[in-house]
């Protein structure tokens, strides 16, 4: 039976409570987690983007760090940084001198922690350095993979994964409960290492960013022409019932609250979503629908991707609606910010929102999805790739119910009562104040953070087995060429094999071979134009009798890497020959 240490689960409250100190992490930067304006909006993105902002403000800090690919990302964190008014250095490393992150000790990942990095860290050590990775989605085929890869990578007890609310964490321990039965019954008699820390933080807002702006506020009334009685319900999400919410049981429950309203209190309901459809096929879907299911209510659309329409949405709503369905959904952030601009929020009873909406700010509608063994055909369609995601959620969104009658009684409920209206709305904000602006939140991580670096530090003062660095050439998910691949070639190249420049009249320069042969199509040369000419006037200046790789090696005061890469280079286009004895 397969055994595994796993260590206590962390939550936001427990690292506060522990005197940890301050603790820095580099931040993994790609625009694709935190650029929601190039990359396309998501919640993952906009997550990310206001993580960094909230980093940015609050980190406890002497230098914020980024550990990228390419200059261009180092250059888009430092954009932001300077935008924010960071005053603190900035340092940028390179993801392949990763050894440069001293004296920090946890890189935070804008995802569920990427075996590749686990194994990145592999030739390092696994003592190195920390992994501190967060959950958004987890219904992807993809990070559930990731996931159950997680288990035979070489992930260490002081990693994290970041659950943004107790619901995912339940779905991240059950993902690796199943990896640890499926190891067990595999590789019998195993023992498993410890499981990454799994704590509860969850995502933050900037509170101050999304107090209401009544003279906007006031605008968008006037623009849908809400009379002052009217009550209107507001909503900002992705405009798509596959990948958000299913907007037709909102309509029902809307206009079963408008004729529960009495007839003679001037009082009409409106619905204002703001978001983007993704597809443009769903604008006409979701106002026909609206047109036939509430035709008693205002239905009204905004540009989610106009700043000052998303403001205008909660600074005019009375209420803020967020019935989702989807499996995608792992916190929702929307009704936080909506909690932040002081409104209350009707939610379904789902994911973060069983965290984040409490009875005094707002409603959680009850939720259900299939019984066991219901739905197992669709989950292994998706598995088998017959069923593409969106068609997966799709399918289990049309089998995840809302209690609809409890939808429009919440709504009639606040339509009846602006007096509990006003009380939701400022428990609300308070709430939002208090457990998820970024000042707060930014300390959970960072007590997390140093929570990694102590037990690093445990770590290495003890040593002990599965700590020593693997040798790059023996990472089983990429190994060396020389040992995935020895049955390719005739031979290998030999270190001490003397080589001379060839004579050949008039032959082409080692420049142009390289514009010939266009390498800088894929933005990759094997080594400096410079260096490859230096190299070879090195063995030119050698004569007939020509050198090896050390001789060069020293005479150019070229790495012996460099050196031997160049060579075979100059091998390959016949600037070099080998001499025979």
């Known amino acids: 039976?397969?055994?595994?240490?796993?260590?206590?689960?962390?939550?936001?409250?427990?690292?506060?409570?522990?005197?940890?100190?301050?603790?820095?992490?580099?931040?993994?930067?790609?625009?694709?987690?935190?650029?929601?304006?190039?990359?396309?909006?998501?919640?993952?993105?906009?997550?990310?983007?206001?993580?960094?902002?909230?980093?940015?403000?609050?980190?406890?800090?002497?230098?914020?760090?980024?550990?990228?690919?390419?200059?261009?990302?180092?250059?888009?964190?430092?954009?932001?940084?300077?935008?924010?008014?960071?005053?603190?250095?900035?340092?940028?490393?390179?993801?392949?001198?990763?050894?440069?992150?001293?004296?920090?000790?946890?890189?935070?990942?804008?995802?569920?922690?990427?075996?590749?990095?686990?194994?990145?860290?592999a030739p390092h050590g696994a003592a190195a350095w920390a992994l501190c990775g967060v959950t958004h989605t987890t219904a992807t085929r993809n990070v559930m993979q990731t996931l159950f890869d997680l288990r035979s990578a070489p992930q260490m007890r002081w990693d994290a994964v970041i659950c943004t609310s107790t619901a995912v964490q339940?779905?991240?321990?059950?993902?690796?409960?199943?990896?640890e039965a499926h190891l067990a019954t595999r590789f019998a008699g195993a023992v498993l290492p410890a499981r990454p820390l799994l704590p509860v933080i969850p995502l933050g807002v900037d509170c101050a960013a999304h107090a209401p702006d009544p003279a906007l506020g006031q605008a968008l009334r006037t623009r849908i022409g809400a009379a002052p009685g009217d009550l209107v319900a507001v909503s900002i999400a992705r405009l798509t019932p596959d990948e958000k919410f299913d907007p037709l049981p909102l309509f029902l429950a809307m206009e079963l609250a408008a004729s529960e309203l009495p007839a003679d209190s001037g009082s009409r309901l409106h619905l204002v979503l703001c978001g983007q459809f993704p597809e443009a096929h769903w604008e006409a879907t979701y106002a026909n629908a609206a047109a036939r299911l509430m035709p008693s209510c205002g239905y009204h659309v905004l540009d989610g991707a106009v700043a000052e329409d998303r403001k205008a949405t909660l600074s005019g709503g009375d209420v803020f609606v967020f019935p989702v369905d989807n499996l995608q959904?792992?916190?929702?952030?929307?009704?936080?910010?909506?909690?932040?601009?002081?409104?209350?929020?009707?939610?379904?009873?789902?994911?973060?929102?069983?965290?984040?909406?409490?009875?005094?700010?707002?409603?959680?509608?009850?939720?259900?999805?299939?019984?066991?063994?219901?739905?197992?055909?669709?989950?292994?369609?998706?598995?088998?790739?017959?069923?593409?995601?969106?068609?997966?959620?799709?399918?289990m969104s049309a089998m995840t119910p809302l209690d609809v009658g409890a939808m429009a009684h919440a709504l009639v409920t606040l339509a009846r009562d602006p007096d509990l209206r006003a009380r939701m709305g400022a428990a609300a904000r308070d709430r939002a104040q208090k457990l998820y602006d970024w000042s707060v939140v930014i300390p959970q991580m960072q007590a997390l953070w140093g929570e990694q670096a102590a037990m690093l530090a445990h770590a290495r003062s003890r040593g002990g087995p599965g700590l020593a660095p693997l040798s790059p050439g023996l990472i089983p998910v990429g190994?060396?060429?020389?040992?995935?691949?020895?049955?390719?070639?005739?031979?290998?190249?030999?270190?001490?094999?003397?080589?001379?420049?060839?004579?050949?009249?008039?032959?082409?320069?080692?420049?142009?071979?390289?514009?010939?042969?266009?390498?800088?199509?894929?933005?990759?040369?094997?080594?400096?134009?410079?260096?490859?000419?230096?190299?070879?006037?090195?063995?030119?200046?050698?004569?007939?009798?020509?050198?090896?790789?050390?001789?060069?090696?020293?005479?150019?005061?070229?790495?012996a890497a460099v050196v031997a890469r160049v060579s075979l280079w100059l091998l390959k286009y016949h600037f070099l020959q080998e001499v025979r004895a």
């Open 329 to 395: 959904e792992t916190f929702g952030l929307a009704p936080v910010e909506a909690m932040a601009a002081g409104l209350p929020v009707i939610v379904s009873d789902w994911d973060g929102m069983k965290d984040t909406v409490t009875a005094d700010v707002g409603f959680r509608i009850p939720t259900e999805l299939p019984r066991a063994g219901v739905s197992s055909y669709v989950s292994l369609r998706y598995l088998g790739g017959t069923d593409s995601y969106v068609q997966y959620l799709s399918q």
């Open 1 to 121: 039976m397969a055994r595994h240490a796993d260590p206590l689960a962390l939550d936001g409250a427990r690292l506060m409570s522990r005197p940890m100190p301050a603790t820095n992490a580099a931040i993994w930067y790609a625009a694709d987690g935190y650029d929601p304006a190039k990359k396309g909006i998501n919640g993952r993105r906009v997550a990310g983007e206001s993580f960094l902002r909230g980093f940015f403000a609050h980190g406890d800090v002497g230098e914020f760090v980024s550990i990228a690919h390419a200059q261009s990302d180092h250059a888009a964190f430092a954009d932001l940084a300077h935008a924010m008014g960071v005053t603190q250095p900035l340092r940028s490393v390179r993801l392949d001198t990763p050894k440069a992150l001293a004296p920090v000790d946890v890189v935070s990942y804008p995802a569920p922690l990427s075996p590749t990095e686990i194994w990145r860290r």
């Open 479 to 559: 190994p060396a060429v020389e040992e995935m691949f020895a049955a390719y070639p005739t031979t290998f190249a030999a270190e001490d094999r003397r080589l001379a420049a060839t004579a050949v009249p008039g032959r082409t320069a080692p420049r142009e071979v390289l514009a010939l042969r266009n390498y800088g199509a894929r933005r990759r040369l094997l080594e400096d134009p410079a260096r490859i000419e230096a190299v070879l006037a090195a063995y030119a200046a050698t004569g007939p009798a020509g050198a090896t790789e050390a001789e060069i090696a020293g005479s150019t005061h070229l790495p």
């Open 170 to 179: 339940s779905s991240v321990r059950r993902l690796m409960e199943l990896a």
